[in-house]
Nanobody
Framework: QVQLVESGGGLVQPGGSLRLSCAAS????????MGWYRQAPGKQRELVAF???????TYGDSVKGRFTISRENTKSTVYLQMNSVKPEDTAVYYC????????WGQGTLVTVSS
């Protein structure tokens, strides 16, 4: 069973940058599609970015041109580079692994505030 651990969250000023990491263990990472999702207080969880096993990428409309997802199979890790962040990017960010079933990480909080 794959296990996911997110890291890299924290407080960042508007316009700043942050990089989130999601490390997987307990499985063959390269077989899994990977995604980042977020959930702000009082809102539904939404797609941020998704990358398939063969590198096809999808972004949520609100982050296109600002966020970049990437994966490093040799390190069993998926990254989310967040640039030009806005207060509305404040949320708990979750990592998801997909291969027949879905597995979620515990989440990491990102707060964008001056």
């Amino acid at each position: 069973q794959v296990q996911l651990v997110e890291s890299g969250g924290g407080l960042v000023q508007p316009g700043g940058s942050l990089r989130l990491s999601c490390a997987a263990s307990g499985t063959i990472f390269s077989l899994y599609h990977m995604g980042w999702y977020r959930q702000a207080p009082g809102k539904q969880r939404e797609l941020v970015a998704f990358i398939t096993t063969n590198g096809i990428i999808t972004y949520g409309d609100s982050v296109k041109g600002r966020f970049t997802i990437s994966r490093e199979n040799t390190k069993s890790t998926v990254y989310l580079q967040m640039n030009s962040v806005k207060p509305e990017d404040t949320a708990v960010y979750y990592c998801k692994a997909v291969r027949v079933v879905e597995v979620w990480g515990q989440g990491t909080l990102v707060t964008v505030s001056s």
